[in-house]
């Protein structure tokens, strides 16, 4: 990844955002709502924790049948995902709630997913937020050498493979969080003196690190290993089939709404501008999918709506399905693009299609 910084143009001789935000402000106190979430933010959390918590519990206190314990795994999975993408999202953005600490404790549950506040914050809400599918700066773009996402990327044989086995690979999302993701990039970070806020101390932000691990791999494999009459061997596939419904869910969400044919995925100029404000930028590049899919704006938190999430990162999921009204009615009155799939069955399809495409070998299409 580059160290180079960026900047955004200023340049909005039609005042997009001014006005779109002058709308969302508006709406806001019209209807006298917070920006952040409400009850039914917190009935969700409930819910969610719930599905991922409830079977953990029964499990390790009750003798259940080995197919029952398999389905309790993937149900687990399932609710991973939902608390990731409903509560500790939100939770990050700080705007699950008005209370600062009330954050703090919601973007915290990332811990018993696996992950690391200081490590998620630094590359979504600073380097994915700012620098949206800049190749080389949105660390979302970068998979090594094992997937394609951009035209940018150095393009291998192995890619033209790419748009069948990457669904393999997505899964394994969070299972590496867990072993490595994060190990390397707390070092990768730190050295580059990234933060969101306050810089951490190096000695404490590794401790926590290491101990949060700890008490992971506690909780999850050791005292199942401990408690339960299984097989050890049954009890890391049982850990490895929660961790992969889950990292299936979460890659293949985000994945719909970026790496698509119709999110650009522009280079800045030699100076370092990038051509567009940052909120042309956002529109340029994100794609929502299944906007009026009741079950998926509800499971996905509002992940599905990701152009009003880019734009207004700080507003609680709960209100995108309103405040997508006001977003596409001024991007068609400023002429500026507003990509959406309708199902989520044709966002899928086109996310495998354009896989496809970055496979294929670029010298071959000159």
Do not use: C
């Not at 994915?128 to 050498?145: F, P, S, V």
């Amino acid at each position: 990844m580059l160290n180079k910084s960026l900047t955004f143009s200023r340049v909005d001789s039609a005042k997009f955002f001014k006005t779109l935000n002058g709308r969302v402000n508006e709406y806001f106190k019209s209807n006298n709502l917070k920006r952040t979430g409400n009850w039914q933010l917190w009935l969700k959390t409930i819910v969610m924790f719930l599905i991922f918590l409830v079977p953990y519990f029964l499990m390790m206190t009750i003798n259940l049948p080995g197919w029952l314990q398999i389905l309790f795994t993937i149900v687990m999975g399932i609710g991973m995902a939902g608390v990731g993408m409903n509560v500790m999202h939100d939770g990050n953005h700080g705007s699950f709630s008005n209370k600062s600490w009330v954050n703090k404790m919601m973007g915290s549950s990332i811990y018993i997913l696996a992950g690391n506040v200081y490590n998620w914050k630094v590359q979504h809400n600073v380097l994915h937020h700012t620098y949206t599918n800049i190749h080389g700066h949105d660390e979302d773009l970068d998979a090594g050498r094992i997937l394609r996402f951009t035209k940018h990327a150095e393009w291998k044989s192995h890619h033209k493979f790419q748009h069948i086995y990457s669904v393999l690979l997505y899964g394994l999302l969070t299972i590496n969080w867990a072993i490595t993701t994060d190990f390397l990039q707390m070092k990768r970070f730190m050295k580059r003196k990234l933060s969101h806020g306050k810089f951490p101390n190096y000695f404490i932000n590794w401790s926590k690190l290491v101990l949060s691990k700890v008490i992971y791999w506690t909780v999850w494999v050791v005292l199942p290993m401990l408690i339960l009459e299984i097989a050890w061997y049954k009890i890391l596939l049982g850990f490895f089939l929660m961790h992969y419904t889950a990292g299936l869910i979460l890659s293949v969400v985000f994945q719909l709404a970026h790496v698509m044919e119709d999110a650009e995925m522009p280079l800045p100029e030699a100076n370092g501008t990038i051509k567009n404000t940052w909120a042309i930028h956002q529109l340029r590049t994100t794609v929502n999918f299944s906007p009026k899919n009741k079950l998926i704006n509800w499971f996905t938190g509002g992940l599905n709506h990701q152009v009003e999430h880019h734009i207004f990162p700080n507003i609680s999921h709960i209100h995108y399905g309103k405040i997508a009204e006001i977003v596409k009615k001024t991007t068609i009155e400023f002429n500026l693009p507003y990509n959406e799939y309708k199902t989520t069955r044709k966002a899928i399809i086109a996310h495998f299609r354009y896989l496809k495409d970055m496979g294929m070998n670029p010298a071959l299409q000159a």
